[in-house]
Nanobody, 126 residues
Framework: VQLQASGGGLVQAGDSLRLSCAASEGTFSSFAMGWFRQAPGKERDIVAAISWSGGSTYYAESVKGRFTISRDNAKNTVYLQMNSLKPEDTAVYYC????????????????????WGQGTQVTVSS
C-alpha cells in the first residue's frame, strides 16, 4: 500500500489547513487510518485516528476540538482538517494505515501501523 500525503504548508497562527492522504490500495476501506506528527527533536506522536468505517475516531488531547479526521472510502482518502492552528502544531505530518484489526475500531498506537506515507510539512508562524 502506498500512501501519499499532501496539503501541508506555511500558515499563521489561527489559520486552517486540510491534509489529505490518498491510498493506492483498493482495500483501503478495510484499514484503520491515523495521522501522526513529528516535530524537530521530538518523537513521532499520534494526532488522530479513525476506524475503517469512519464511525470511531480518536484525538490527542492537544488537538481535541481543533482537528477533525475523516475518510472517504470511495476515494481511498483520509483527511485531517486542522483549525485554529498554533505554533506548537508545527511538525511533519504522516498518515498511516493499520491492518492490526478487522474490528471497526481505532488504532492509537503507532507500532500497530503497517504502512506510512512520506510526510507533509506543516509550519505555523506566530
Amino acid at each position: 500500500v502506498q500512501l501519499q500525503a499532501s496539503g501541508g504548508g506555511l500558515v499563521q497562527a489561527g489559520d486552517s489547513l486540510r491534509l489529505s492522504c490518498a491510498a493506492s490500495e483498493g482495500t483501503f476501506s478495510s484499514f484503520a487510518m491515523g495521522w501522526f506528527r513529528q516535530a524537530p527533536g521530538k518523537e513521532r506522536d499520534i494526532v488522530a485516528a479513525i476506524s475503517w468505517s469512519g464511525g470511531s475516531t480518536y484525538y490527542a488531547e492537544s488537538v481535541k476540538g481543533r482537528f477533525t479526521i475523516s475518510r472517504d472510502n470511495a476515494k481511498n482518502t483520509v483527511y485531517l482538517q486542522m483549525n485554529s492552528l498554533k505554533p506548537e502544531d508545527t511538525a511533519v505530518y504522516y498518515c498511516a494505515a493499520s491492518t492490526a484489526t478487522s474490528l471497526d475500531t481505532v488504532v492509537a498506537a503507532g507500532s500497530y501501523y503497517d504502512f506510512w506515507g512520506q510526510g507533509t510539512q506543516v509550519t505555523v508562524s506566530s
